[in-house]
Nanobody, 124 residues
Framework: QVQLVESGGGLVQAGGSLRLSCAAS????????MGWFRQAPGKEREIVAV????????YYADSVKDRFTISRDNARNTVYLQMNRLRPEDTALYYC?????????????????WGQGTQVTVSS
């Protein structure tokens, strides 16, 4: 069983930064694409950013493009999300996800493994 554990969430003022980490453990596999998704109260889960196994291909939601950066370190089985210039509308529970395969996909339903989420709250 693959376990994904997110960390790095917290409370930050608008304009600030946070760095989220997601570590995979257990019966890990390769290759696998990984991504970050978020869900705010009353809203559907939405894509934030995804990354291919190689790390060379990424996709960002329009709302976070140029503010967030996804990266990965396969030697550590870890994916990161650097979040800069945070806004109150970024407030959500952020989930890490993974799926078997070399390339990423953007639909949450295509990801097989999910973490429990880490809360990000941005105050104004």
């Amino acid at each position: 069983q693959v376990q994904l554990v997110e960390s790095g969430g917290g409370l930050v003022q608008a304009g600030g930064s946070l760095r989220l980490s997601c570590a995979a453990s257990g019966r890990t596999f390769s290759p696998y694409a990984m991504g970050w998704f978020r869900q705010a109260p009353g809203k559907e889960r939405e894509i934030v950013a995804v990354i291919s196994w190689s790390g060379r291909s990424t996709y960002y939601a329009d709302s976070v493009k140029d503010r967030f950066t996804i990266s990965r370190d396969n030697a550590r089985n870890t994916v990161y999300l650097q979040m800069n210039r945070l806004r109150p509308e970024d407030t959500a529970l952020y989930y890490c996800a993974a799926r078997a395969g070399t390339y990423y996909v953007t639909a949450p339903g295509e990801y097989h493994y999910w973490g429990q989420g880490t809360q990000v709250t941005v105050s104004s």
